[in-house]
């Protein structure tokens, strides 16, 4: 058990770029979450996964972003036509299931994104 | 649809003094109730949890909260405090008949001073 990885960890890009961040959940966690950090603030949610299928998407996803489970096991999150106000921290989670102890989420470490 | 409120930003205290951190939530369903700890540039890091049952959960660091339902609170206790616990808290909710997403509040900022 390796923990939940994200790549990059750090990610700097101009106004206007796509980006994708990669999340690689604890292996056999059937929910994956992205959640959007920024300073000063706690985690808000973006979307989840249950497998390959995406359960639920906050209001807070704009078109501009996209995200993928294709096979139930990694998820991507693209960011099309970056904005400053995209800088954030993107963290991303993922939990056994459904029911007490399959709930508990477990966070990797974040991308860093900073638009300038 | 739920809310949390972290009713402290920053506390500050002195180490080996004891510490509360005091976390309110809203919600018209039952919730499961989390704490994470953050440090500098890294993810969240689960403290502790209450899922059902009794209502003081203990977790690691020596850190304890207890779930008051009917003043819908969830506060966190560690009766003495290391320069080590330095960091920022957080206070979760989710809906036990979803559970999905959790709902976080803004953080409170542990100062641990020598």
């Given at each position: ?116 | ?25 809203s919600s018209s369903v ?85």
């Open positions: 058990d390796t923990g939940v990885s994200q790549n990059p960890r750090h990610k700097i890009t101009k106004r206007g770029q796509n980006v994708t961040f990669r999340c690689d959940p604890i292996s056999e966690h059937n929910r994956l979450y992205w959640y959007r950090q920024t300073l000063g603030q706690g985690p808000e949610f973006l979307t989840y996964f249950q497998n390959e299928a995406q359960l639920e998407k906050s209001r807070l996803l704009s078109d501009r972003f996209s995200a993928e489970r294709p096979k139930g096991s990694f998820s991507t999150l693209e960011i099309q036509r970056t904005e400053q106000g995209d800088s954030a921290m993107y963290l991303c989670a993922s939990s056994l299931g459904q029911g007490n102890d399959k709930n508990i989420q477990y966070f990797g470490a974040g991308t860093r994104l900073s638009v300038l | 649809a739920q809310s949390v409120t972290q009713l402290d930003s920053q506390v500050p205290v002195f180490e080996e003094a004891p510490v509360e951190l005091r976390c309110n939530y039952s919730v499961y109730l989390f704490w994470y700890v953050q440090y500098p540039n890294q993810g969240l890091q689960l403290l502790l949890k209450y899922l059902s049952g009794s209502t003081l959960v203990k977790g690691i660091n020596g850190f304890e909260a207890e779930f008051n339902k009917s003043q819908t609170s969830f506060h966190l206790r560690k009766p003495s405090v290391h320069i080590s616990d330095t960091a920022e808290y957080f206070c979760a909710v989710s809906e036990t008949r979803i559970a999905g997403k959790s709902t976080f509040g803004d953080g409170t900022t542990l100062t641990v001073k020598p």
